[in-house]
């Protein structure tokens, strides 16, 4: 993710003539056709149209991402964590009796977990496929069996991949709420003890030695 603050050179409350201004003379720098970095030319013309968008700015600010601009395994995490975010919207148990992190970090876990299984799964069943494909003797010349075991361990392959690129994805969730903790209310558990009955109640004996 590029930092549009840093690349431009302004500060964090730089008003929109400073960063045209800024923007300028990198671009004058830059450009390709007086000899400069093209890279960083663009990276330039990037940074200045989004802090020039109040919507994707503001969206910069308070995250560190910009939907267009962020990595695409950074964008996984954030779908992955927008999902989360739904599912608290939707709960009804009222905020400080639960951890919501600590759920989602739980979640999280859970479903690595089960990915990775289900690769493990994907993969033993590819191998036994090849097995077959290998123990194949004398075949006609059309094979139609072999291809067809063919194309369902390419299949299994590029779903193996698909699940590598989840569990990528959750972990970089995991990550992302990696720094944040919760306050949770103190709990109730212990029940006041009427008077009358510690009243009722005899003394403790402190106990003696000799």
Excluded: W
Excluded at 16 to 32: F, G, N, S
Excluded at 130 to 150: A, I, S
């Amino acid at each position: 993710m590029i930092d549009p603050y840093e690349i431009l050179g302004v500060a964090h409350d730089a008003d929109d003539e400073q960063i045209r201004a800024a923007y300028r003379l990198l671009a004058k720098a830059t450009h390709p056709d007086s000899g400069g970095d093209t890279e960083a030319f663009i990276r330039g013309q990037k940074a200045c149209e989004l802090l020039l968008d109040p919507a994707r700015r503001k969206f910069f600010d308070e995250t560190g991402y910009d939907l267009e601009l962020t990595e695409a395994m950074d964008l996984q995490g954030l779908l992955v964590i927008e999902k989360l975010v739904n599912e608290i919207v939707l709960d009804d148990r009222e905020p400080g009796t639960f951890d919501p992190i600590a759920g989602m970090r739980a979640k999280l876990t859970e479903e690595i977990g089960k990915t990775r299984f289900q690769i493990r799964e994907m993969q033993g069943h590819s191998s036994r496929l090849q097995n077959h494909l290998d123990r194949l003797g004398d075949r006609p010349g059309k094979d139609v069996l072999g291809y067809m075991l063919r194309a369902r361990m390419d299949t299994i392959g590029k779903l193996v991949a698909e699940a590598a690129a989840r569990i990528e994805a959750t972990e970089r969730a995991f990550d992302m709420l990696d720094a944040y903790s919760y306050a949770i209310d103190p709990a109730d558990d212990e029940e006041a003890v009427p008077d009358s009955l510690l009243a009722d109640e005899p003394p403790i004996k402190a106990s003696s030695r000799t």
